[in-house]
């Protein structure tokens, strides 16, 4: 039998729907204009008759995207390094976050205050720069994923979710003769699918809106990210128009359809992992 809701309850339920409608409404608004932006003319959209929906639908944007090749190019590369950089990022954050998790590890809360201290004090831009250089990174893809192998925030994030799992679980394996690196791939990372989907998910979302990076680690714009490559287009609009790379086209229409080809690969992705998303966080939040 369904129980009734109280008036109160009723009431609060109601407010909280609209609160979470407004919040919605507040997030798909721009995502829908830069959609109509992009595939409206740019006649329709220089006379403000673009709101939501496309007006005198346009693909011209886009064929100029194809044809200039640089958006293409510089997906590439931003898949490229938000795939590279997500497999670096969790192994390191896997591989740092198990043994801190363990009690048996020596000087294990000396080890975690070093780490800590990472998070509030750092070299800076022109150290990390020049280290960069002298290792030889400089020009190469590995400048984009090496220097952010590891965010602090998310090891401390997976080392709770570690500490809440059983400790039962990793002495029996022990007992059977399994060593820590069998322990982590066959029993706890098994166990950790949630975590270790939102802690890729904060990786791959930092690595995909990546820009300054490149900006500065690279000469060579051919191997520039998305980002990168939509921020020179932001900065050099004008000049595109004049110079006839955008094909006659507005360079507002070219920019919107270039922004929401960097917005769609995220957008596919959430939907896969949502819900290890939530529960994730939930999880390493209230236990650890």
């Known amino acids: 039998m369904r129980k009734k809701q109280s008036i109160s309850s009723k009431l609060f339920s109601f407010v909280l729907f609209c609160m979470c409608s407004a919040v919605l409404i507040g997030v798909l608004a721009p995502i829908l204009n830069i959609f109509a932006v992009s595939f409206s003319s740019y006649e329709a959209f220089s006379r403000g008759e673009v709101g939501l929906l496309p007006v005198e639908f346009d693909t011209r944007a886009y064929r100029a995207l194809i044809q200039d ?8 590369y931003s898949t490229l390094y938000t795939f590279l950089g997500t497999l670096i990022n969790v192994a390191l954050t896997t591989l740092t976050a198990y043994p801190l998790s363990r009690p048996e590890m020596p000087l294990r809360k000396t080890v975690s205050l070093f780490f800590a201290v990472t998070m509030f004090i750092g070299g800076g831009m022109i150290p990390t720069f020049l280290l960069v250089q002298k290792l030889g990174l400089y020009n190469t893809i590995w400048a984009m994923l090496l220097p952010k192998g590891m965010t602090v925030y998310n090891m401390i994030v997976m080392r709770s979710f570690f500490q809440a799992l059983p400790g039962e679980l990793p002495e029996a394996a022990r007992i059977d003769g ?27 979302v930092m690595h995909w809106n990546s820009w300054f990076e490149a900006s ?6 051919n191997t520039a990210p998305l980002q990168l490559v939509l921020r020179n287009m932001v900065i050099n609009a004008q000049k595109l128009v004049s110079s006839g790379e955008a094909d006659n086209i507005g360079s507002t229409s070219m920019q919107y359809a270039a922004l929401f080809v960097s917005m769609v690969p995220m957008m596919l992705i959430y ?15 209230v236990k650890g």
């Not at 060593?179 to 998910?201: E, G, H, M, Y």
């Not at 500065?216 to 714009?221: D, L, M, Q």
């Not at 819900?275 to 999880?283: E, L, R, S």
């Open 69 to 76: 090749g640089k958006v293409l190019r510089g997906l590439g």
């Open 178 to 204: 399994a060593n820590d690196f069998q322990i982590l791939r066959r029993i706890i990372l098994p166990l950790s699918k949630a975590s270790v989907a939102t802690i890729a998910l904060f990786y791959a």
């Open 216 to 221: 500065i680690y690279f000469s060579n714009s």
């Open 271 to 285: 939907p896969f992992v949502q819900k290890y998303f939530v529960k994730g966080v939930m999880i390493g939040s």
